[in-house]
């Protein structure tokens, strides 16, 4: 009788875990986007003042990114070092990072399509367009907020019932 319990309460354990996990990875994709829509808006930001390349703004903007954004434009600031143009290092560092980061398929697919805003020749124009990517990441983040709201509380509750659920099947 003590063995069942002992295997009820660690299958219920288990299964309450793998739901606040998964919950976890929607607060994490929140977060993500409204970091990396700080940097973005830190680097037009930074471009409306120095009028320097967007290059070398990577390198000025990495060190106030915050999470994994901060590593992602470490790895941007490495390859724009390293001869990549300004939109081949973004699409090459997200392809890199998007495994590890939270973010949606369908958010790195947009992020890599967005990479025509470092493409521009004038300060000006490369400056709206990074407003505009930021202003579209936010939006990203909105949309990633409420899906927070919506599911994160069910994707818990289910873990605790499928674990109750799968008690009482076994048992």
């Not at 143009?85 to 560092?93: D, G, S, Y």
């Not at 958010?107 to 930021?134: E, I, M, N, V, W």
């Amino acid at each position: 009788m003590i063995c069942k319990l002992i295997g009820a309460i660690l299958v219920i354990g288990s299964a309450t875990l793998i739901g606040w996990g998964f919950s976890e990875c929607m607060i994490a994709r929140e977060r993500e986007l409204l970091n990396l829509a700080d940097a973005v808006s830190l680097m037009a930001d930074e471009l409306g003042y120095t009028l320097e390349p967007v290059k070398h703004l990577f390198l000025k903007v990495a060190p106030y990114a915050k999470g994994d954004a901060a590593t992602l434009f470490e790895n941007i600031n490495d390859l724009a070092q390293n001869g990549s143009t300004a939109a081949e290092a973004w699409c090459a560092a997200l392809e890199e990072n998007a495994p590890s980061m939270s973010l949606k398929k369908s958010d790195c697919d947009y992020l890599t399509s967005c990479s025509d805003a470092f493409l521009a020749y004038d300060a000006g124009r490369q400056k709206l367009q990074l407003d505009a990517l930021s202003d579209k990441i936010c939006a990203l983040a909105r949309e990633a907020g409420e899906d927070k709201k919506k599911n994160c509380r069910l994707v818990r509750m289910l873990g605790v019932y499928g674990g109750v659920l799968i008690c009482a099947i076994l048992f």
